[in-house]
């Protein structure tokens, strides 16, 4: 069974900090790893990742896949109170046709 | 383009009713996927329609099931409700095409269900 882990669970910390946040999977025919950011409604997607080593980066966020070691990160630099949120990683399998999400990382940014 | 809608947003149901909800895919997508979101489990997969048909499934009950309509437009049921079926569900759509698969999933802003 597919298998996706997301540390830590929980973070606090002040703005102006950067945060990593790890996932790692264990799933078969993996096809990519999606990151999201949920807030108090549904996810919005943040960044898909396909190859190794191949870092994304949005503004103050950033992610890099690493297939070897079978993870991912997701790092927030500058960290603001808007940064609060649940973030979520997701691995796709292709066979399965379907994603399998962690159970998220729960940043809180306080001013 | 439009984002992905779901309806109704809120629904208070009690045990042993049947449910059924919307959504409406972005504007030419043709994959639709439900996830069923709680406090306790996270975001877990329910199923996923592509062209009508059911291409993908999760390990949930019979009593979840689920269509998509000719416009792309999909419904899922849940009969005979149970306490536990209480949480968020969220529709997810993306072009679902192979072999150039983005993966790209819009979520819509779900439907939460409270069964009492």
């Known amino acids: 069974e597919d298998k996706v882990v997301q540390s830590p669970l929980s973070l606090v910390v002040h703005e102006g900090d950067t945060v990593t946040l790890n996932c790692s999977y264990e799933?078969?025919?993996?096809?990519?790893l999606l990151w999201y950011k949920q807030e108090k409604k549904a996810p919005t997607f943040l960044f898909m990742l396909?190859?190794?080593?191949i870092e994304k980066k949005s503004g103050r966020l950033s992610s890099i896949l690493d297939k070897k070691e079978l993870s991912s990160i997701l790092n927030i630099t500058a960290t603001q109170t808007g940064d609060s949120a649940i973030y979520l990683c997701?691995?796709?399998?292709?066979?399965?046709?379907?994603?399998?999400f962690g159970d998220g990382t729960t940043l809180t940014v306080k001013p | 383009k439009a984002g992905v809608t779901q309806t109704p947003r809120y629904l208070i149901k009690t045990r042993g009713q049947q449910v059924t909800l919307s959504c409406s895919p972005i504007s030419g997508h043709r994959s639709v996927s439900w996830y069923q979101q709680t406090p306790g489990q996270g975001l877990q997969f329910l199923f996923e329609y592509f062209s009508e048909t059911q291409r993908n499934k999760g390990n949930f009950p019979g009593r979840f099931s689920g269509r998509q309509f000719s416009n792309s437009r999909s419904e899922m049921n849940v009969s005979t409700l149970e306490l536990g079926d209480s949480a968020l569900y969220l529709c997810?759509?993306?072009?679902?095409?192979?072999?150039?698969?983005?993966?790209?999933?819009?979520f819509g802003p779900g439907t939460r269900l409270t069964v009492l």
């Open positions: 799933v078969t025919n993996f096809r990519s």
């Open positions: 396909t190859s190794s080593g």
């Open positions: 997810a759509s993306s072009d679902g095409l192979a072999p150039r698969v983005r993966n790209e999933q819009f």
């Open positions: 997701a691995v796709h399998n292709t066979n399965a046709g379907k994603s399998t």
